[in-house]
């Protein structure tokens, strides 16, 4: 009866486990949603930009910080950003 126990618990362990939704840990300057946007601000990317509204879950920027890059996962504060190759284009430059 003991054995029949343990084993029914770790069945509902198991059920529980894998119906929870794992949370990634996220790098510095970057929290988890469950909602973010798809196309997230990069200090490559120009001020304006046309994106769809779509959810997307994981990791994204903290509020004054963005992507260094639209390839990269680190988040810099926006000010940050390295030099604008193209005048008026990109995030924090303005020449």
């Known amino acids: 009866m003991r054995t029949v ?4 618990s770790i069945l509902v362990c198991l059920a529980v486990h894998s119906i929870q939704e794992e949370i990634p840990i996220c ?3 970057q929290v988890y949603k469950k909602c973010g946007t798809a196309c997230p601000d990069a200090c490559d990317v120009p001020e304006r930009q046309n994106c769809l509204a779509v959810c997307v879950k994981g990791c994204f920027c903290k509020e ?3 992507l260094i890059s639209r390839n990269s996962t680190y988040c810099i504060r926006e000010k ?3 030099k604008c190759p193209y005048p008026n284009t ?3 430059h303005s020449h």
Not at 5 to 8: A, D, G, M, Q, T
């Open 5 to 8: 126990f343990i084993v029914i």
């Open 27 to 29: 790098r510095d300057n």
């Open 64 to 66: 004054g910080y963005i």
């Open 80 to 82: 940050d950003c390295p």
């Open 90 to 92: 990109c995030k924090g």
